[in-house]
């Protein structure tokens, strides 16, 4: 049973970056708990919606999502790659963000999908998320769709580092680089003043001098070819897609949809509020992922 049973579904207002929701009912736990018994092999897709419970926001929910609380924008492929002064705005936000981002923690969700991995009931997760906290929370089938925080390389050659690494080569070059903030960004970078950023040192290579870069799908640029034809094969060798916490807006996670339905398999979205794919879901539900996943998977594990 749900411990939590709702006969009249409440309207729940956001806190900190999760936005406003309705609370789940027994209708809603019920057939989650159904698509989640009869399909043995999920393949489970997440987006920012699921690292919100982790005190990261998102870019789109309305009232909390970063473009509705400010007026940032994210980082386009082709302005870092052209702009030096670009670029050096991104690094120095990125770092002064770095220690707090870094040190997010999974929540409810990520070891829910962990545990469900655990007996065998998830063959992979795809992820839109660069944060890394389903690695943390114990996940091992894991496919980065637009890639990751965690690695920087090179724009010129093969050379690659940990951001950790990184992080006390900035240090080292930026000694008195301080800066006081209240918003972590979805990517990890915080807002900072002109005068701060116009001091940064910019890290280069040390093999060429080129530009480095995390590893990360900026807008604008394509997810690699051979990452997209490992995340076709899971979908091919998946029962069904459980989408959590994304909206699906763009094309690179939404194409999952496509070709699961192409392929005859059930697609179940679990999201607050409206997802590009709600006419091609078998099962919708809009409520917070952590208020129904760990009820549900308490009852079949």
Same mark, same amino acid.
């Given at each position: 049973m749900f411990k939590r049973i709702i006969k009249n579904s409440i309207f729940v207002r956001h806190t900190a970056f999760v936005p406003a929701y309705?609370? /789940?009912?027994?209708?809603?736990?019920? @057939?989650?708990?159904?698509?989640?018994i009869k399909n043995k092999q999920l393949l489970i897709l997440t987006g920012a919606g699921i690292s919100t419970e982790?005190?990261?926001?998102?870019?789109r929910s309305e009232e909390v999502g970063l473009y509705a609380r400010s007026n940032?924008?994210?980082? $386009? =492929? $082709?302005?870092?790659?052209? =702009? /030096?002064?670009?670029r050096q705005r991104y690094w120095a936000r990125n770092f002064v963000g770095w220690p707090r981002f870094s040190a997010v923690k999974?929540?409810?969700?990520?070891?829910?999908?962990?545990?469900?991995? @655990?007996?065998?009931?998830?063959?992979?997760?795809?992820?839109?998320?660069?944060?890394?906290?389903?690695? @943390?929370?114990?996940?091992?089938?894991?496919?980065?769709?637009?890639g990751t925080g965690y690695i920087v390389k090179c724009l010129n050659c093969p050379y690659e580092i940990d951001r950790f690494k990184l992080q006390d080569i900035l240090m080292k070059n930026n000694?008195?680089? @301080?800066?006081?903030?209240?918003?972590?960004r979805p990517d990890g970078d915080v807002e900072l003043s002109k005068e701060q950023v116009e001091n940064f040192r910019t890290p280069l290579c040390p093999e060429c001098e080129g530009p480095l870069k995390p590893d990360i799908v900026f807008f604008g640029d394509n997810v690699p070819k051979q990452r997209v034809e490992q995340v076709r094969n899971e979908v091919s060798c998946s029962d069904a897609?459980?989408?959590?916490?994304?909206?699906?807006?763009?094309?690179?996670?939404?194409?999952?949809?496509?070709?699961?339905?192409?392929?005859?398999?059930?697609v179940a979205i679990l999201n607050i509020g409206p997802t590009r794919a709600d006419d091609l879901a078998d099962l919708k539900v809009s409520t917070k992922c952590g208020d129904i996943l760990?009820?549900?998977?308490?009852t079949i594990m």
């Amino acid at each position: 049973m749900f411990k939590r049973i709702i006969k009249n579904s409440i309207f729940v207002r956001h806190t900190a970056f999760v936005p406003a929701y309705k609370a /789940p009912v027994q209708e809603d736990f019920d @057939k989650l708990r159904e698509f989640l018994i009869k399909n043995k092999q999920l393949l489970i897709l997440t987006g920012a919606g699921i690292s919100t419970e982790s005190g990261i926001p998102d870019y789109r929910s309305e009232e909390v999502g970063l473009y509705a609380r400010s007026n940032h924008k994210p980082i $386009q =492929y $082709q302005e870092f790659v052209k =702009y /030096p002064r670009v670029r050096q705005r991104y690094w120095a936000r990125n770092f002064v963000g770095w220690p707090r981002f870094s040190a997010v923690k999974p929540n409810a969700t990520h070891h829910v999908i962990r545990d469900l991995e @655990k007996i065998g009931k998830v063959s992979s997760v795809v992820t839109q998320n660069v944060d890394r906290l389903h690695h @943390k929370a114990g996940s091992e089938n894991v496919i980065e769709l637009h890639g990751t925080g965690y690695i920087v390389k090179c724009l010129n050659c093969p050379y690659e580092i940990d951001r950790f690494k990184l992080q006390d080569i900035l240090m080292k070059n930026n000694p008195g680089m @301080k800066s006081s903030f209240d918003m972590i960004r979805p990517d990890g970078d915080v807002e900072l003043s002109k005068e701060q950023v116009e001091n940064f040192r910019t890290p280069l290579c040390p093999e060429c001098e080129g530009p480095l870069k995390p590893d990360i799908v900026f807008f604008g640029d394509n997810v690699p070819k051979q990452r997209v034809e490992q995340v076709r094969n899971e979908v091919s060798c998946s029962d069904a897609v459980f989408v959590l916490g994304s909206s699906l807006t763009v094309y690179s996670s939404y194409r999952i949809i496509l070709q699961a339905k192409e392929e005859g398999k059930e697609v179940a979205i679990l999201n607050i509020g409206p997802t590009r794919a709600d006419d091609l879901a078998d099962l919708k539900v809009s409520t917070k992922c952590g208020d129904i996943l760990v009820d549900i998977c308490k009852t079949i594990m």
